[in-house]
């Protein structure tokens, strides 16, 4: 396995919790007060002559999400308060450097929400290794071994709509230039059946993009940023692509990613452990579901 490959492993894993977690960041901040008048005998669904209550949906929703979503909300205030009791910040050059490498492996990101994920996934691992020390000889001798996985190629987020034949394609680019959206147009007409119900959207592509045909690497670097292009042959037909964002490639030296190591080496002495349940005796947590 390249190591190219395997931090794209690794990714994938943190992606996974990042999903999870940043749901419950972007609920808490648009938690609405409920009224003191709200009745929980309230109908909120009538079937025939049966009906269902606010209180029974809200009992069903405890009892299939409720332990869950209350660990998620504990570890974020766990994480938040134990950053804040030993000082622990993270920049934002930080989260910009983090955000840039999961644009290039990944698709389009709401970049909001994921800059708060990556705050919260970096601030958790500080925590867990902010009293491990690694030798510098050992981060230098890891980012030697690694120094690939530090280089960004400059990426394209780009979308696209195939059809079968040119006039098809013309009759695309008209329709776009009379102000009909692109991604409806896709969503309707495109052939690729795996991004036409994401509006054509097939995220970041770079020149290691083994799914991509050539002719978009050569014709994305001369579109500006939301310009679509002229059709061109494809190999499934023909192909009318949008530039969304250009991401230009960047190699990290040591000592822009070093923290990032020191986290890295310490957590996989660990066992790669990354969990915020060992800190609750810290933070005497106790819950609903403890009794």
């Known amino acids: 396995m390249s190591g190219k490959t395997l931090w794209s492993v690794i990714f994938c894993l943190v ?31 009538t079937i025939g002559e049966t009906s ?6 809200m009992a069903e929703l405890e009892s299939r999400f409720g332990k869950e979503t209350l660990k998620e909300l504990i570890n974020i ?30 698709n389009s990101l709401d970049e909001g929400t994921w800059r708060d994920q990556i705050r919260y996934s970096i601030l958790l691992e500080e925590i867990l290794t902010r009293d491990v020390t690694i030798p510098e000889k050992e981060m230098k001798a890891f980012y030697e071994k690694n120094k690939d996985l530090y280089n960004i190629d400059v990426s394209y987020h780009l979308s696209h709509i195939i059809v079968e034949t040119e006039n098809e394609a013309d009759l695309i680019v008209e329709e ?31 020149k290691d993009n083994e799914f991509i045909s050539n002719e978009y690497l050569e014709i994305a670097p001369k579109l500006s940023e939301g310009e679509w292009s002229d059709p061109f042959k494809v190999e499934t037909g023909y192909a009318v692509i949008l530039l969304h964002e250009r991401l230009e490639g960047k190699s990290y030296s040591y000592e822009d990613v070093k923290e990032q190591i020191r986290r890295q080496i310490a957590l996989e002495q ?17 819950w609903f579901y403890g009794k």
């Open 52 to 57: 269902i209550t606010r209180e029974q949906w």
């Open 15 to 45: 992606i996974i919790n990042c999903f999870t977690v940043g749901y419950f960041l972007s609920k808490e901040r648009n938690v609405i007060p409920v009224s003191s008048n709200d009745q929980t005998s309230e109908t909120i669904a």
């Open 270 to 286: 660990m066992d790669g452990s990354v969990a915020v349940e060992p800190l609750w005796e810290e933070m005497n947590v106790t």
């Open 77 to 106: 205030r766990v994480v938040e308060e134990l950053a804040e009791k030993y000082k622990i910040t993270v920049s934002d050059e930080v989260i910009e450097r983090e955000l840039a490498v999961y644009k290039s492996m990944y």
């Open 176 to 206: 776009l230039k009379g102000g009909s959206s692109f991604e409806a147009l896709a969503l309707e007409k495109s052939l690729d059946e795996f991004t036409a119900n994401s509006g054509g959207d097939i995220g970041f592509v770079s």
